[in-house]
């Protein structure tokens, strides 16, 4: 029987990344406010050796070699979080994923699998961002994806969801845990009636469909509250916590 050309090693599970320099990440928590402000989940952020940020990282990336970064990431993240002890809080491992570089989830996964694998990580505190700013030229290949990556026993969000190519017209065809709303939604929504009639569409819904939602970027005790009150329970941001590089932060329960 011939190899499935899916079987191959693709762009991001190449045998050394070949980027000049070892990402690292930070860690910062999402909440479950319902649940009395528990962590659910920990996304791990890129960050260079000494904590440079996203940006310093991607600048130092050489032509051709994001998708291998896109891979190194997800295997510093599962390594950090075990160091860490990350898997005993019973939180999830968030960790994010260009489309694009996965071809079939068996095959392009088998790094992060391998890794979690090696250092003992439960596969199904797992959890994959993708991110819906990254035009995605062939919607049933993301479709393929996505029942790849669930069907493995992973937890599934878009990230970043209404700010990239689709917004409302993706949940008619993708079927996902949740969803990530982006933080320019969030950002005065108790100012802004606009995005509070926008918010609260997208959380009836995915309500209705079975999804949940997280808003990121929550930076005010006022934003948190119009969330609350929209019915949002998942939160993300500096109002909470900051990201902790090498470190699991403490978050901080807003009043009321």
């Known amino acids: 029987m011939g190899k499935s050309p899916h079987r191959r090693p693709c762009r991001g599970c190449e045998a050394g990344h070949g980027l000049g320099f070892e990402p690292a990440v930070a860690f910062q928590p999402i909440l479950d406010m319902d649940r009395g402000g528990a962590v659910m989940a920990y996304e791990a952020l890129v960050r260079g050796p000494d904590g440079q940020e996203a940006g310093w990282v991607l600048d130092q990336v050489p032509p051709g070699r994001l998708y291998a970064l896109d ?21 999830k491992l968030s960790v994010n994923v260009l489309p694009s570089a996965i071809l079939d989830p068996a095959t392009c996964m088998r790094t992060t699998l391998a890794a979690a694998e090696r250092t003992g990580f439960p596969t199904g505190q797992l959890l994959f961002e993708l991110s819906e700013q990254e035009k995605v030229a062939d919607p049933r290949h993301l479709q393929r994806v996505i029942a790849g990556l669930r069907s493995m026993g992973f937890t599934v969000a878009i990230d970043d969801f209404g700010a990239g190519n689709a917004g ?89």
Do not use: N, W
């Open 168 to 256: 409302l017209s993706l949940l008619a065809d993708l079927t996902v845990d949740m969803v990530k709303l982006d933080m320019h939604l969030v950002r005065h929504c108790d100012a802004d009636r606009r995005r509070r009639v926008i918010l609260e569409s997208i959380t009836v819904a995915c309500r209705a469909l079975g999804i949940a939602v997280v808003a990121e970027g929550v930076e005010t005790g006022a934003e948190y509250r119009t969330l609350r009150g929209i019915g949002i329970g998942l939160v993300q941001g500096f109002l909470f916590a900051r990201p902790g590089f090498r470190h699991l932060p403490q978050a901080v329960l807003p009043e009321g």
């Open 71 to 91: 891979s190194a990431c997800r295997i510093a993240a599962v390594e950090e979080a075990v160091r860490l002890g990350l898997a005993a809080t019973g939180a």
